[in-house]
C-alpha cells in the first residue's frame, strides 16, 4: 500500500479502512487512531500489524470475540463511535473483571493441636 500523507505527528500511515487509520511508531508498535474522534480521545496503541486490522474489523462489523483480554476491549472502546457497540464492550468488560475476582483460592488453613 502507498504511504498518505502524514495525519499524526510524522508517523507514516500503514494502513486504512473507512474512518480508522493505523500508523507504525518507531519502536515497532502501532496507533490504531479513529479520524473521526480528536487524537487524544481516538487512538489506541497496538502491539501486533494483524490486531490493529482485527480490532479495525471488529469495529466496523460490531463484533465482540469473546477470547480478547481486558486491555484489548478497552482499546476497541477508546476509539469506538457507536454508543449501543460501546456498552456492549462495557459489559464484557465487567464480567470480565468480575470473573477475575472471583477465581477460587484454596487458603491453607493451620489445624490447631490439642497438645
Do not use: A, W
Not at 463484533?63 to 459489559?91: A, D
Request: positive net charge.
Amino acid at each position: 500500500m502507498p504511504k498518505e500523507k502524514y495525519l499524526v505527528k510524522d508517523l507514516p500511515i500503514i494502513y486504512r479502512k473507512e474512518n480508522f487509520v493505523v500508523y507504525r511508531k518507531y519502536n515497532m508498535d502501532f496507533i490504531v487512531h479513529n479520524i473521526n474522534l480528536p487524537f487524544n480521545k481516538g487512538h489506541t496503541h497496538i502491539k501486533s500489524y494483524k490486531f490493529s486490522i482485527d480490532i479495525i474489523n471488529y469495529i466496523l462489523e460490531e463484533r465482540i470475540p469473546y477470547n480478547l483480554t481486558y486491555s484489548q476491549l478497552k482499546s476497541m472502546l477508546r476509539i469506538s463511535t457507536n454508543e449501543r457497540f460501546k456498552s456492549k464492550i462495557r459489559c464484557l468488560m465487567i464480567r470480565k473483571h468480575r470473573k477475575n475476582k472471583q477465581r477460587y483460592r484454596n487458603k491453607s488453613q493451620q489445624i490447631p493441636s490439642n497438645r
